[in-house]
Every structure is written in structure tokens, then in C-alpha cells.
């Protein structure tokens, strides 16, 4: 079986660190593994308007922000399929399918929507499109027959409900869908990285997160104010690691190499760590070096994201040509769904025929 990547993101800010360490950098090398036949990566319009539907000025505006995202951090358009969700029609045709083989209560247990309902106060009023995320996620991820999904650990849910979707389709009529497997990042550290209050995963709504698109400057002020350890008041003072937000971040993406550059009193990041632990080294000092350590990962991802800002109708342009390929992919599911249901009545010669000879006699 040929193997297919199918990613995505809501549209409803600019990508983060968090996206970049959960899943674009990941996303970067399998593109260039050469072990998939295709990688196609969606902008989740559609999805992003379940709890945007009164503002959906601001999903329109970040379809252009999170594309420039993509392409600065190297998903390249000869080598993956860039495409915005709600021009693919047959998505949409595919979840009212896959309604009737899921019930309201399974949804309800869903313990990322769940999580996601509390965190934006729905309470009883949660709209039905919300609700059903999980199924139009599956008809994202089977209608390119997707057997990989790059996701971090709190969508694992969400890819766990899918399956169960594509197992109940199967069974029920034939063998058409594809099973997707989940595939995490494989730093632990980059599973949910927090955000710089280091009280939640990094979150646009929360206000806590480093930009891929974020000057040196705004940078360099956010490590500055990022949280540490309470108890670590006096330099002389013994720190801790376990949920020191500089250390977790330094976790996803200092490497030995770095201490050579920066800080070449240490070779590795486990002597900073005793040396933290033990007390006598500041906050401020290992805050510069993790300022130095970001901002030699992201000024490429700027430099690049600059170039493509220079002509914004080409990016349009490559979203257009994706999103035709990707249309015609899901197309061919849809047609074999529909086979496999019993419902291409027009298509289906052997129906006509066998209804005209009954009411011939």
C-alpha cells in the first residue's frame, strides 16, 4: 500500500512553536524522506469556522498567513500538495456520510473535544459543527486515504475515532477506506510544548506563544519574561527542572552543537542541567542561551517567509493548483464510496437493467 501524509491547521492565527516542534518540522522531513507518494497538507477552513462562524473575516485573513508559515518553514509545493479545505466540496459529502455510523454520545466522550468545549465555554451551547469535528476530521484523513497523520499527543482522540469510523464503514459495506496511524514527534519534549507562562500548551487564544514570524526582538523580550522556577529567587539558589518552561524549550531544541556556539562553558545540555540543579547559575543566563538557540532555528524560517510575502498571488496561486489536486483525489474516494454504498444509481447498469425487466412484465 502506497503511503499518504494528510496534516493540517486551522487558519485562525499566525503557526507557532508549538506547531513548528508538534509537527511542521516533522512534516519538513518526511516530505524529503522520499518513503511517501504523497504528502498533502490542508489549510482547516472549514473546521477553523465551528467556533468562528461570527467572524469569519478573521479565517479568511490567516489563510494567507498560515500558507506563508508552510512554505518559510520548507513544505514545498512540487513536493506536497498545499490545499484550503472547504474548496473540496466532497469533504463535506463524505462527513454527512459517516454521520449515520457515529453516535452523539461517542462524540461526547471524545476526550480532545471535551477538552476543547471546557476551554472555550460552550457549556449546553455547543454548536453541531463543533461537535462533529471528529467527523469531518475522518473525512479529511480518508479522502486522500491517508495512512499517516502527523499529530501531537492531545489528537490522539481524535485519530483513535477515525479509525473506528473507517472499521464500522468497512464492516459495514466493503474495503474501501484506509486506516490512518497516528505518528508523534519524536522528542518528548515536543509532544506539548508549553507556552512561555508555562501554565498550557502554547495557544494562540491563551496569548502565551512564540510566532515562526516573530522579529529577533519580539523574540528575544518573550524568552526575557518566560516562566522559570519560583524558587530559584537568588543565583546562589538550587533550581528545578521538571516544569521550568526555559529547560523544556531548550529540551526541543538546543543540541551540543549550540554550547560550542553560546555557551562554551558547558559541552552538553545535561552539565547546564547539574549545574542548574545545584545552584549558581541564573536565570538570565540560560533565558540568553536559549534566546540564541531560538533565534538560530527561526531567522531562516523569516528570511524565507520575507521572500515569499514579496509576491502574495503566487502563494494564492499555489494554494489553487494544490486544492485542484486535491479535489480530484477526493473525488475518486467519493465516487468509491458511493459504489460501495449502493448509492451511484446512475452508474450502476446492472440496477437499471434488472428494474426495467421487473416492470416490463
Known amino acids: ?66 500558507a506563508l508559515d508552510y512554505l518559510s518553514v520548507g513544505l514545498d509545493p512540487t513536493k506536497s500538495t498545499l490545499f484550503i479545505q472547504s474548496v473540496i466540496p466532497e469533504l463535506c459529502e463524505l462527513t454527512f456520510y459517516y454521520m449515520d455510523l457515529v453516535t452523539v454520545s461517542r462524540l461526547q466522550r471524545n476526550p480532545t473535544v471535551k477538552s476543547e468545549i471546557k476551554l472555550r465555554n460552550f457549556d449546553a451551547s455547543i454548536p453541531v459543527g463543533f461537535l462533529t469535528y471528529p467527523i469531518s476530521q475522518t473525512a479529511d484523513i480518508t479522502a486522500f486515504k491517508a495512512t499517516t497523520v502527523p499529530v501531537g499527543e492531545d489528537q490522539l482522540p481524535m485519530l483513535e475515532q477515525a479509525r473506528e469510523i473507517v472499521h464500522k464503514f468497512n464492516s459495514v459495506y466493503s474495503e474501501v477506506l484506509v486506516e490512518p496511524k497516528a505518528l508523534l514527534p519524536e522528542n518528548e519534549a515536543c509532544l506539548r510544548l508549553p507556552g512561555t507562562d508555562g501554565k498550557a500548551k502554547m495557544s494562540k487564544s491563551l496569548g502565551n506563544c512564540i510566532y515562526l514570524s516573530d522579529s529577533a526582538d519580539e523574540i528575544n523580550s518573550k524568552i526575557k519574561t518566560m516562566y522559570t522556577d519560583p524558587l530559584h529567587i537568588q543565583v546562589s539558589d538550587p533550581g528545578h527542572i521538571e516544569g521550568n518552561t526555559v ?48 533565534q538560530e532555528e527561526l531567522e531562516p524560517i523569516r528570511a524565507k517567509r520575507a521572500e515569499f510575502e514579496k509576491d502574495i498571488p503566487e502563494v494564492y496561486n499555489i494554494l489553487k493548483k494544490g486544492s485542484d489536486v486535491a479535489r480530484e483525489i477526493a473525488a475518486q474516494t467519493l465516487h468509491e464510496v458511493k459504489d460501495a454504498m449502493k448509492i451511484n444509481y446512475f452508474d450502476d447498469v446492472e440496477l437499471i437493467k434488472s428494474q426495467a425487466e421487473k416492470y416490463s412484465k
Open 247 to 294: 529547560f523544556t524549550y531548550l529540551d526541543a531544541f538546543c543540541r551540543d552543537e549550540h554550547f560550542e556556539r553560546y555557551l562554551p562553558d558547558y559541552a552538553n545540555l545535561d552539565e547546564l542541567k547539574a549545574h542548574y540543579k545545584k545552584g549558581g547559575l541564573g536565570d538570565m543566563k540560560v533565558k540568553k542561551f536559549l534566546n540564541n538557540v531560538v
Open 1 to 66: 500500500m502506497d503511503k499518504i501524509i494528510l496534516t493540517a491547521d486551522r487558519p485562525t492565527g499566525k503557526l507557532h512553536l508549538g506547531h513548528y516542534v508538534g509537527s511542521l518540522k516533522r512534516r519538513v522531513e518526511l516530505q524529503n524522506s522520499g518513503e511517501y507518494k504523497r504528502t498533502m497538507v490542508m489549510v482547516a477552513d472549514a473546521q477553523a469556522l465551528t467556533d468562528n462562524i461570527e467572524n469569519p473575516e478573521k479565517v479568511r485573513q490567516n489563510i494567507i498567513e498560515v
